[in-house]
């Protein structure tokens, strides 16, 4: 396959780039910072550009030069993100708070409006995933503008996949991983990222956190024509029983199992 990935210089997307890569796929890398040591390892396999996924001129520049090689784009794998402001909602950086949102939102919507047109020439079917999780579910305190993002990131694909029939997009949960992330909130401490996220990263790093391999698990899953026709799902890599979802094709694409969703009164046995 020729995949597209977002921020495969470091953390989950830079591992997730390694196993694809050494499963004999082609991939076109873009992050803001150098490659040269992945092209220099894959020589033949791997193709990367610098550019911030947030500035739509430069995605859009990107994606024209990659189309310049590639006559079409099987998948688009985004990976980018960061924490960007955290600290409470009402004390934030305005400024700031609304540079993260852009890292994370539109930085995904960009990079999707960007290569759709090469993904739809794909001769089988296409594939797009977006990482979300990270507060998409549940509240996150001091870390607003990172879950509305992440969460807007969830319905965008929603929406995209009732727009677009042609091709399978799903948001991926990848579970609590170290990455850079997690040194993140250890640097900054409890004052800022809260008593409660810190206690979880101090933890989390002592422990080794959830598996990665199940996040690359899952991505490979939903890459492979297994999954062809599973769209416009959030799938957590560590809780969800994504490796059987296939023999339950049809419920699936009839419901809204695995979609974020308000809850009634009557979910929860209550009547007010």
Request: charged content about 20%; proline content about 3%.
């Amino acid at each position: 396959m020729k995949i597209v990935i977002t921020g495969s210089s470091s953390g989950i997307g830079r591992s997730l780039t390694e196993s694809l890569l050494n499963q004999g796929h082609q991939i076109w890398g873009i992050a803001r910072t150098s490659q040269l040591e992945l092209e220099r390892l894959y020589p033949e396999n791997f193709k990367s550009s610098s550019c911030d996924v947030s500035n739509w001129e430069q995605i859009n520049h990107t994606a024209i030069k990659i189309s310049s090689t590639w006559t079409s784009i099987n998948a688009l794998i985004t990976c980018a993100g960061l924490h960007g402001e955290l600290g409470r909602a009402v004390n934030a950086d305005p400024i700031k708070w609304e540079k993260s949102v852009n890292s994370n939102l539109s930085g995904t919507y960009f990079s999707i409006r960007a290569l759709y047109p090469f993904i739809s020439l794909s001769p089988n079917r296409g594939k797009i995933i977006c990482f979300s999780g990270g507060g998409a579910t549940k509240a996150r305190p001091q870390f607003s503008a990172y879950a509305a993002a992440k969460t807007a990131i969830v319905r965008l694909v929603e929406n995209i996949a009732e727009e677009e029939t042609n091709l399978d997009i799903n948001s991926v949960a990848p579970g609590s991983i170290n990455t850079r992330l997690t040194d993140e909130i250890l640097e900054l401490g409890p004052t800022v990222a809260g008593e409660k996220e810190y206690a979880s990263a101090v933890k989390q790093k002592k422990e080794g956190g959830q598996s990665l391999n199940m996040a690359i698990g899952l991505v490979e899953w939903l890459l492979s024509d297994v999954s062809d026709g599973i769209s416009g799902k959030l799938l957590s890599a560590q809780w969800d029983p994504w490796k059987t979802l296939d023999t339950y094709k049809q419920t699936l694409t009839q419901s809204d199992i695995y979609t974020l969703r308000r809850i009634l009164p009557e979910d929860r046995a209550n009547s007010f």
